[in-house]
C-alpha cells in the first residue's frame, strides 16, 4: 500500500464493475484514494460509496481516521465523491476543492454546512515538511477537476488524467507490465478524454511554469506511474491526433449486404500494406473501436438502411463517436439499401460535420454483386493510398 514515503494508497478494486456510463469496463476499475501524513494528515479523493469502510479500513492501518484533518476532492464526479459525505460525517475534515468543485459537491450532496477551503492554481496547503500545491484543469474532463503536486516527493495525484480503467492486484506500473498499463490508459483516453487533448497541452505548459516534474504519477483509477515520462510521452500524441498508418472498418449490417461491403474494403486497404482493423457496432464493445480510432489516419462507416435511415445500432454508435470528437481522419461511408435510400448520404453528411476530409463511398442495392465488390475493394485501395501519401 506504500506509494512512497509518508504517502499510501488507500483506494478500492472494483473487480466485478463492467459498465461506466456506456464504456464496457471488461476488466472492471479501481477507485484510487491517496492518505498523505506528516505532522498534518490528508486524504486524497474519496472512492465509491459502497467502498468507503474499505477505505476507512485502510486509512486505519496507518493513522486514525479521526486523524484525518483534510480530504482533498479533486473531482467531484459520483464514482470519487459518493463515499465523501459518509467520511465527512465520521471526522469532518476540511474539504479541499474547487470553486466549481464546491458548487457541484453542494448541488450533490446539499452540504453548505462543511468545513470547506477552496483553492485555485498555486494554493498551497503546509501539512509539515510536506506541502500540497493545487492545479485547477478544468475539462479535464469536468469544470472542478484539480490536481494536486505533493513536491517534496514529487508525487503528482492527477485524478482522471493518466488515469485506466482495469482492475489488478498490482498497484504500480512496471508491475502490472508498462506496455500494458499503457493500452488502459489509450483505452481511458480514448473514451473518455479523447475531447480534451487541448486541455491537456495547457496543462502541460502550467505544470512547467509551476516546475511540476513528477517521479510518481497517482491517476485515481488504475495503477501508479513510476515511469511517468512514458505515459506523459504517449499523452501529447494522442492529444496531437498522431496517427498510425492505419485504417478502422466499422460497420452493422442486416442481411450480410453491408458485411460483405465492409470485407472487401478492408480487404483493399490491406492489399496496400496498410494495417486495418474492422468492427461491428452490435458484437464489438464502442470503447474497443474509438481505442482503434483514436490514432488510426482512416475510418469507413457502413449501415444498412432501414426506414430511411442508418440503422439505429449504428446511430447510437455515431452519437458515441460524435461526443469524443476524434480529429484528423480521412473517412469515407458505404451502405445497402432495398426499396428506400438514406443511410448512405446522412454518413456522408456526418462524417462531413465532423470535419474529416471525406472520399466518395459506395451505395448497393440488395446484395452486392462481383462487380460491386471489386468498386468497394478498388474504395479500400484509393483509402490505402491516401494513408500511403499522407506525412
Known amino acids: 500500500m506504500k506509494v512512497c514515503e509518508n504517502v499510501y494508497w488507500v483506494g478500492a478494486v472494483d473487480w466485478s464493475e463492467r459498465d461506466f456510463h456506456n ?8 477507485y484510487n484514494s491517496y492518505l498523505v501524513v506528516d505532522d498534518k494528515v490528508a486524504l486524497i479523493d474519496g472512492v465509491k460509496h459502497k467502498f468507503v469502510q474499505d477505505q476507512v479500513r485502510k486509512v486505519e492501518e496507518h493513522v486514525s481516521l479521526k486523524d484525518v484533518e483534510y480530504l482533498v476532492v479533486n473531482h467531484i464526479e459520483p464514482d470519487h465523491s459518493s463515499g465523501v459525505p459518509e467520511i465527512v460525517k465520521r471526522v469532518n475534515p476540511t474539504v479541499v476543492c474547487s470553486k ?9 450532496y446539499g452540504c453548505e454546512d462543511w468545513d470547506f477551503k477552496v483553492v485555485k492554481t498555486g494554493d498551497k496547503i503546509k501539512l509539515g515538511e510536506l506541502t500540497l500545491t493545487f492545479l485547477e484543469t478544468p475539462m479535464l474532463h469536468w469544470p472542478d477537476s484539480m490536481m494536486t503536486w505533493l513536491g517534496e516527493r514529487k508525487v503528482l495525484f492527477s485524478m482522471d488524467g493518466f488515469g485506466q480503467h482495469v482492475a489488478s492486484s498490482e498497484r504500480f506500473d512496471d508491475e502490472l507490465g508498462v506496455e500494458e498499463a499503457i493500452y488502459w490508459a489509450k483505452v481511458y483516453y480514448a473514451n473518455i478524454l479523447m475531447p480534451f487533448g487541448k486541455n491537456f497541452l495547457r496543462t502541460l505548459e502550467k505544470m512547467k511554469e509551476l516546475k511540476i516534474e513528477p517521479e510518481i504519477i497517482a491517476p485515481s483509477h488504475g495503477v501508479i506511474w513510476r515511469n511517468p515520462s512514458r505515459i506523459i510521452e504517449e499523452y501529447i500524441k494522442w492529444a496531437n491526433f498522431e496517427s498510425e498508418k492505419k485504417a478502422v472498418v466499422i460497420y452493422d449490417t442486416m442481411w450480410h449486404s453491408t458485411e460483405k461491403l465492409a470485407m472487401a474494403i478492408a480487404e483493399g486497404i490491406a492489399s496496400k500494406g496498410v494495417k486495418v482493423r474492422v468492427f461491428h457496432v452490435r458484437r464489438d464493445a464502442w470503447a474497443d473501436i474509438m481505442t482503434e480510432v483514436l490514432d488510426a489516419k482512416a475510418i469507413c462507416i457502413g449501415s444498412p438502411t432501414m426506414h430511411g435511415t442508418v440503422f439505429p445500432p449504428m446511430a447510437g454508435f455515431l452519437t458515441y463517436m460524435k461526443g469524443l470528437r476524434p480529429k484528423k481522419k480521412i473517412a469515407t461511408a458505404f451502405s445497402s439499401y432495398g426499396w428506400g435510400v438514406g443511410a448512405y448520404e446522412e454518413l456522408m453528411e456526418f462524417l462531413r460535420n465532423m470535419d474529416f476530409e471525406v472520399t466518395e463511398g459506395i451505395k448497393v442495392r440488395y446484395r452486392p454483386n462481383e462487380e460491386e465488390l471489386e468498386v468497394a475493394r ?6 490505402g493510398e491516401m494513408i500511403l501519401n499522407t506525412s
Open 23 to 30: 464504456f464496457e469496463t471488461r476488466k472492471g476499475l479501481t
Open 100 to 108: 466549481r468543485g464546491k458548487e457541484g459537491l453542494e448541488y450533490y
Open 378 to 383: 478498388n474504395l479500400g485501395e484509393r483509402i
